[in-house]
């Protein structure tokens, strides 16, 4: 992904061909290709996860704000379509991994279940992939703001559900976020007061 050459339709699926041309796109695709003659050769296990632009709790705001303050360009050259996963969402999905039965290889894309989009992702793939058509049915039955990318192989592999989502956690600030985990921190029956 990240811009490097647009797919041939959206969503990109994991069946898609993989059209990576930048070092780091090919040296991810030759990973997997070892990984795969690794379980091949040694009858071992490898699920490869393809996570979409992982962002860190926190970033989704810090990201809002620079669209709208105009200090980063929504549609940059390393435009994800909108796709992103959150890291904890990652996590959860390679714990699965580690407890469900899965062929001798798999990869599969980890997204979350909503774009990171300031408005509905037909217009912003309009803008940023025009001419690449859109699978009939898929915004119909996803919603406007549905990742063009599909992670139903990570959900049929894994049983994975992505838990968070841009429409939440792109509100929610740091501070917010803080006084969320201060307040989960057992007082053992201490009562504590902010008042001065």
Not at 6 to 29: C, I, T
Not at 139 to 160: I, N, T, Y
Not at 169 to 192: K, M, Y
């Amino acid at each position: 992904m990240q811009g490097e050459r647009l797919p041939a339709s959206f969503p990109v699926r994991d069946s898609h061909p993989l059209l990576a041309e930048r070092p780091y796109g090919r040296l991810k695709v030759e990973m997997e290709r070892e990984a795969e003659a690794f379980a091949r050769d040694t009858g071992v296990k490898v699920f490869c996860p393809r996570p979409v632009a992982v962002l860190f709790p926190g970033a989704p705001a810090w990201i809002v704000r620079r669209w709208r303050e105009g200090r980063l360009a929504e549609l940059s050259p390393e435009w994800e379509y909108g796709a992103w996963v959150d890291v904890r969402d990652v996590g959860t999905g390679v714990l699965r991994a580690l407890t469900v039965e899965l062929p001798q290889f798999s990869a599969a894309i980890m997204a979350a279940r909503d774009s990171a989009a300031s408005r509905p992702i037909a217009d912003l793939l309009a803008t940023g992939a025009p001419g690449v058509p859109i699978e009939d049915g898929w915004l119909e039955a996803r919603g406007p703001h549905a990742p063009a990318v599909d992670s139903a192989k990570a959900r049929e592999l894994l049983g994975w559900e992505p838990a968070y989502s841009w429409a939440v956690e792109s509100r929610r600030s740091l501070p917010q976020r803080a006084w969320g985990r201060f307040r989960r921190i057992p007082t053992h029956g201490l009562r504590l007061s902010l008042r001065g």
